[in-house]
């Protein structure tokens, strides 16, 4: 299964601003949503933004909300999860997946992953 590429991550102070990008083929992207998820050391993957495939998006943590947004650029096969005022807490390695549901926005909705960005942000 041809899976999605992460890119964009970095080490940021906080405050400072980031976006990711998601590459996924076209038959995903334009059929199936998508979704950005996290993970810090030590701790279980959570869900923190998804898209469905006609740009709605279905899901945003409410620790973000204010400071991050999903979208997607139909051209490209991309969808960008933009991370503004970061704080450390942000600090993970961050995974885009896509999902067959359209409604999807849990971990265990998701079947294709990405290998994930590291996301580093200093105090």
């Known amino acids: 299964q041809v899976q999605p590429v992460e890119s964009g991550g970095g080490l940021v102070q906080a405050g400072d601003s980031l976006r990711l990008s998601c590459a996924a083929p076209?038959?995903?992207?334009?059929?199936?949503?998508m979704g950005w998820f996290r993970q810090a050391p030590g701790k279980e993957r959570e869900s923190v933004a998804a898209i469905s495939w006609n740009g709605d998006i279905i899901y945003l943590a409410d620790s973000v909300k204010g400071r991050f947004t999903i979208s997607k650029d139909n051209d490209k096969n991309t969808v960008f999860l933009q991370m503004n005022n970061l704080k450390p807490e942000a600090t993970a390695v961050y995974y885009c997946a896509w999902s067959e549901f359209g409604s999807a926005w849990r971990v265990n909705e998701f079947t294709a992953w990405g290998q994930g960005t590291q996301v580093t942000v200093s105090a």
């Open positions: 076209g038959r995903a992207f334009s059929q199936h949503t």
